[in-house]
């Protein structure tokens, strides 16, 4: 179930859609174009039960080699303090 507003700013959920991120071994995953709702003041991404299924599904395939990822220019840096 999919609340009306945002857990972290109470903001209103809008149909839309977002992006999943994750680092599998040295490298970034992003899955894009996925349909979820999405937070109109702060941006936070709620997917339904079936997606995130989905999503978990994409996922071991890339753990397991069965999914082959094109490669994405990103920066990378590290805070010292």
Known sequence: MIPKRCSYCKGILEEGKSEFIARVGGEVIIIKEIPAYVCNQCGEAYFTPDISRKIDK?????????????????GEIELSV
């Open 58 to 74: 994409i996922m071991e395939d890339i753990h397991k080699g069965r999914i082959c990822c094109r490669p994405v220019a990103a």
